[in-house]
Each structure stands twice: as structure tokens, then as C-alpha cells.
């Protein structure tokens, strides 16, 4: 019952802190959008780290998520959470870190954004340096195909 953060654990600290970021998005159906915004992302003890993000969108309204992430010894991989106010649905992860321990791909399952079915996505995060991360979104077309709606980076303040 009381496990003991691992080196997968300690990975995720790197993202612990204050940061601002600016949301780049280009939909399937080709509408862009972009906003700025803040993160605080903590540690509970060691073994999740919660991040909360908040903005105001392009038409003036005001957002907010949580993410949280972790690592699951039992699964032998990252799991997690996503949920905002501009949307209804959970978004729970599992993903795995890169060979290189750069980037941690979260795969995921949620609705099309033409409003029938699912589909699967993918939110990658990449460190770039320890004041520097960027945040990426996919999704995956029937074809199977990979397409980048969204890229966020992130900078330490």
C-alpha cells in the first residue's frame, strides 16, 4: 500500500514548478486559435504530480485543467488524468518514456471532433532543457495516420 517513488517517479519532478506556455492549435477542419497561459505543477510526495493550467481563449473566455501523472510499478508504465473546463469527458492516460528519456508519449481514447465516435490521441511531452518543455497533441486519423493539432511550449518562471 505504501509504495516508494522509483526513478520513473523521480522524472516526472522535472516538470515541478511555475511555468507560462502559449497554445498553438490547428483543427482538422483548419480553424486556428492560440493562447497564453500558466501552470503550477506539484509533487504528492514524490509519486504523482498534479498540474494545473489556466488561460483565457481566443474569444475572451476563461479555462482551466488538471493534469496528473504517474508511474505505475504494478502496469510497469506512466498513467494518468486529464480534465478541463471547455470539456465533459475524462481523458485517462498510459504511456511510456522514450529510450532517449527525453519524451513521454500519453495515449489516450476521446471523442472525434466532428462529434461521432472516438478515436485515439497522443500528448507528448518533451523536456528540452531544465527551464524548457514542450507539450504536443495528436490524434489519429481512420487511415491510421498521425496529425499535430496542438504544440505548447512551456518556459519556467
Excluded at 4 to 18: A, F, I, S
Excluded at 49 to 60: A, N, P, Q, R, V
Excluded at 98 to 120: E, N
Aim: aromatic residues 10%.
Amino acid at each position: 500500500m505504501f509504495a516508494k517513488p522509483q526513478q520513473e517517479h523521480r522524472w516526472l519532478d522535472r516538470l515541478v514548478g511555475n511555468w507560462a506556455f502559449e497554445h498553438h492549435c490547428e483543427m482538422p477542419d483548419g480553424t486556428k486559435s492560440a493562447t497564453e497561459g500558466k501552470m503550477v505543477c506539484r509533487s504528492l510526495e514524490g509519486m504523482w504530480l498534479i498540474c494545473e493550467s489556466s488561460g483565457i481563449s481566443d474569444d475572451g473566455q476563461p479555462w482551466s485543467s488538471i493534469m496528473t501523472l504517474g508511474f505505475d510499478v504494478k502496469q510497469n508504465r506512466y498513467v494518468g488524468s486529464f480534465i478541463g473546463s471547455m470539456m465533459s469527458n475524462l481523458w485517462l492516460y498510459q504511456g511510456d518514456l522514450d529510450d532517449a528519456g527525453k519524451r513521454l508519449p500519453l495515449q489516450s481514447i476521446g471523442p472525434t471532433f466532428a462529434g461521432t465516435g472516438t478515436c485515439k490521441y497522443r500528448d507528448t511531452i518533451e523536456i528540452v532543457d531544465a527551464d524548457n518543455w514542450l507539450f504536443t497533441s495528436e490524434l489519429q486519423t481512420e487511415a491510421g495516420e498521425w496529425v499535430k493539432f496542438m504544440d505548447a511550449p512551456h518556459r519556467r518562471v
